[in-house]
């Protein structure tokens, strides 16, 4: 991808990378790509996560994208997922999602749905961004008469809950659960939602100040989710990230099911019901190799795509798959969404809890998961560029993939969404996996942290 877009939208921190006068372009520019040719006003919705900066992104994009003619429907704090339901049920013409997910409150990012739900294309993220970098094809300011108008999408959070509790048949009465809404988008919809489908309900982290999204919690911090199910003895915990596209869970033993359990569990589950499309599921090349076995086991055929839920989605799309996701918690049902959805996901493991009459740790042992390790190396954006041409670090990855061979895998690759190298290892003997990681992690450091 080119200088802006990564491989979940725009993202960077604000007021450096991710500045006021960068997002208005971005708005002007997706008027021009996203409506051009439309007879009618076209309509964005706009909605945003709890960070402290993005009430400040969203005026800057609606002052782009009404400055060039189109109207703004503002949902105000809401899941990423509730955009691109939302952006289809309200007739809009595209939808955009301030967050920058999992990462940090300095940080913030813009995310782009069309109007029918999915994430924009390379295509016409490539159009829009050479917009923006582009002076000479930035469109004109509209005439003052023409200026776009702004609305307040005061039932956008109720229509999204509704919507989920849609996709659940059974009542979730009697389950005692504990949820952890990262100070996050979570914080606004996932009382209501649970509350209401009848589940007794513990919330965490749902007290957003502008600053503490994703600080300690969420589904990149999973101790004090797990800490308060077995102490409280609950059935068990869920976990969201900042914009709530991500679901992890707690069973009631304490033991972490992350997106690859699941992924298997609900496999499983479909497969049985003869709901699960072509019985095959999308993963990535992340995903761990006992859900690889466990596929081999049930008679599943699982495919791997590039890490980024995009990647999986586009691949579900073009072989019509019914289910696929990530070991991060991006999981996507297409039978009801257009995008990862982890209050989407949490809703469909509980339902299927109750319709089963089981625990969740009655069904975690579907699958055995092989130990990975997970190494985060930072480097600039020059660094992440010179990876790919460092001859000594593609020596060293070679070295470690002979050395671990056919009892072990190496995955070596910069972040999409963040300025890192990440080095994951997997085998059956921890201690040869964490020396084969820390090996090149090593020669990373020492090849590319010069380019800080």
Do not use: W
Not at 429 to 445: F, G, L, P, T, Y
């Amino acid at each position: 991808m080119g200088r802006l877009f990564g491989t979940d939208g725009i993202r960077g921190v604000v007021n450096e990378t991710l500045t006021c006068e960068l997002a208005m372009r971005i708005g002007r520019a997706a008027a021009s790509v996203l409506c051009d040719g439309r007879r009618r006003r076209s309509i964005f919705v706009i909605g945003t996560d709890t960070r402290i900066s993005s009430d400040m992104l969203s005026s800057a994009l609606t002052a782009g994208l009404c400055s060039v003619g189109a109207d703004v429907i503002l949902l105000g704090v809401v899941p990423t997922p509730a955009v691109a339901y939302l952006v289809e049920k309200y007739k809009a013409d595209a939808g955009i999602m301030i967050s920058a997910s999992h990462n940090p409150a300095l940080y913030n990012g813009i995310k782009i749905f069309s109007g029918d739900g999915y994430k924009l294309p390379d295509a016409l993220e490539e159009q829009i961004e050479a917009i923006v970098l582009d002076d000479a094809s930035m469109p004109p300011l509209c005439d003052g008469r023409e200026v776009g108008r702004v609305t307040r999408g005061t039932g956008a959070v109720k229509d999204y809950v509704e919507h989920i509790k849609s996709t659940c048949p059974y009542s979730l009465s009697g389950l005692h659960i504990a949820v952890d809404c990262a100070n996050g988008s979570a914080s606004v919809t996932a009382k209501r939602l649970f509350s209401e489908l009848g589940a007794d309900v513990r919330m965490l982290f749902d007290k957003p100040d502008g600053m503490n999204i994703n600080d300690g919690c969420g589904s990149t911090h999973m101790e004090a989710l797990t800490d308060y199910v077995v102490k409280n003895g609950l059935d068990l915990g869920v976990a969201f990230d900042g914009d709530a596209d991500r679901c992890l869970c707690v069973d009631d033993t304490g033991k972490l099911i992350d997106g690859d359990f699941i992924m298997a569990i609900c496999a499983l589950d479909m497969k049985e019901r003869g709901k699960l499309s072509k019985d095959a599921v999308v993963g990535t090349i992340l995903t761990n190799f006992g859900f690889s076995k466990f596929c081999e086991e049930h008679d599943i055929r699982f495919v791997a795509t590039k890490v980024g839920d995009r990647f999986v989605l586009e691949e579900m799309l073009l072989e019509e798959y019914s289910f696929g996701g990530e070991q991060s918690g991006h999981i996507i049902f297409r039978d009801f969404a257009t995008t990862g959805d982890g209050e989407l996901t949490a809703v469909q493991l509980l339902s299927m809890l109750r319709r089963r009459g089981c625990r969740l740790s009655e069904l975690s042992c579907v699958m055995t998961k092989y130990p990975q390790i997970a190494l985060n190396i930072g480097v600039s954006a020059e660094g992440k560029l010179a990876f790919y041409t460092d001859y000594e670090i593609k020596k060293a990855i070679d070295d470690a993939k002979a050395a671990l061979g056919t009892a072990g895998r190496i995955v070596v690759r910069p972040s999409g969404t963040e300025p890192l190298i990440r080095v994951m290892t997997e085998g059956e003997d921890e201690e040869q996996i964490e020396k084969a990681a820390r090996a090149v992690a090593n020669v990373i450091e020492s090849r590319l942290c010069h380019h800080e």
